[in-house]
Every structure is written in structure tokens, then in C-alpha cells.
């Protein structure tokens, strides 16, 4: 069983920046596969970003290249999602996810775990 906790949400600006990050209490990190999600009212959870176990690679949607990056620390069992240059769009319940199994990083139904989602506001 794998337990994700989110923290770093909050209220900004439009054109600043926030850091999420995502803590997974497990005996073992590496072997997970780790994504973010986000879910704005109204709308489908949608993939924000990925990163293999080993962190050698990474995946993101069209909409946040350039802007946020996704990156790990397996010592820490955490990964994080650094967002700069946000915009209102950008405002949701943003989720932290993991998955041992291998296929479509950007489909929530290849991730088996969930944390509880932090609140991203992004205000004009």
C-alpha cells in the first residue's frame, strides 16, 4: 500500500510561481512510476506531467511545456512539480499519483495510487 500526501498549494498571481510536492510512504519508492494530475471544476482530471522511477525521463502535457518541471528525489520518497509562469487556467485540484505498471503515462487509469489533491488558485 502506498499513501501520497500533497503540499504547496495555494493562492497566486498570474505569472508566478508555486512548488508541489508529493511524499509517498511506501518502504520502496523506486520501483514507482509518478505523475501529476489536475482537475479543475466542471472538468475531467487531465495529465499534468510524469516521471519514471529512475527519473531519466520525463512527460508533459502540451499545455505546461516550458513552464513546470517534474522531478524526484527517491532518497526523500518524494517528487515535486515546480510551476512558473502560471496562468488562470492553470487553477485546479492538482493530484499526485503513482503506478508500477508501464504504458500510457498521461491515462489516470495506468496509476493504482492517489493522494488527496492540493488547491492550485491562479487569480488575474
Known amino acids: 500500500q502506498v499513501q501520497l500526501v500533497e503540499s504547496g498549494g495555494g493562492l497566486v498571481q498570474a505569472g508566478g510561481s508555486l512548488r508541489l510536492s508529493c511524499v509517498a510512504s511506501?518502504?520502496?519508492?523506486?520501483?514507482?512510476?509518478m505523475g501529476w494530475f489536475r482537475q479543475a471544476p466542471g472538468k475531467e482530471r487531465e495529465f499534468v506531467a510524469a516521471?519514471?522511477?529512475?527519473?531519466?525521463?520525463?512527460y508533459s502535457a502540451d499545455s505546461v511545456k516550458g513552464r513546470f518541471t517534474i522531478s524526484r528525489t527517491n532518497g526523500r520518497n518524494a517528487v515535486d512539480l515546480q510551476m512558473n509562469s502560471l496562468k488562470t487556467e492553470d487553477t485546479a485540484v492538482y493530484y499526485c499519483?503513482?503506478?508500477?505498471?508501464?504504458?500510457?503515462?498521461?491515462?489516470?487509469?495506468?496509476?493504482?495510487?492517489w493522494g488527496q489533491g492540493t488547491q492550485v488558485t491562479v487569480s488575474s
Open positions: 511506501v518502504r520502496t519508492f523506486t520501483p514507482y512510476d
Open positions: 516521471i519514471r522511477w529512475s527519473g531519466g525521463r520525463t
Open positions: 499519483a503513482a503506478t508500477r505498471g508501464a504504458g500510457d503515462y498521461t491515462q489516470p487509469r495506468l496509476y493504482n495510487y
